[in-house]
């Protein structure tokens, strides 16, 4: 089991950076590749980032590859995502979720989830 708490979301204005952090509990953490979605309202869920279970290996979603990094402190039950260059594209609901695959873009994979913060990016 692991529960999952994600924070660090707010309104910013387009150019600006933020970083998300999603903090785990659980002796198992570093068991479990992680990722980001996000959903915009009146949209499906969508990828943004993940993270193999060590840090050796990252996935990114086109509209977000070279602006945001994914990354991962075993030691701190704690992955984060650095956000720059907003665009107002990019609000929603950020969630943070768990995987024990390796398949790091398959939703249906991720079978624990936060419960999301909000990102909202302003022209």
């Known amino acids: 089991q692991v529960q999952l708490v994600e924070s660090g979301g707010g309104l910013v204005q387009a150019g600006d950076s933020l970083r998300l952090s999603c903090a785990a509990s659980?002796?198992?953490?570093?068991?479990?590749?992680m990722g980001w979605f996000r959903q915009a309202p009146g949209k499906e869920r969508e990828f943004v980032a993940a993270?193999?279970?060590?840090?050796?290996?990252?996935a990114y979603a086109d509209s977000v590859k070279g602006r945001f990094t994914i990354s991962r402190d075993n030691a701190k039950n704690t992955v984060y995502l650095r956000m720059n260059r907003l665009k107002p594209e990019d609000s929603g609901v950020y969630y943070c979720a768990a995987a024990s695959s390796n398949r790091l873009r398959v939703i249906s994979d991720y079978g624990y989830w936060g419960q999301g913060t909000q990102v909202t990016v302003s022209s």
């Open positions: 659980g002796r198992t953490f570093s068991q479990y590749a």
């Open positions: 993270i193999s279970w060590n840090g050796g290996f990252t």
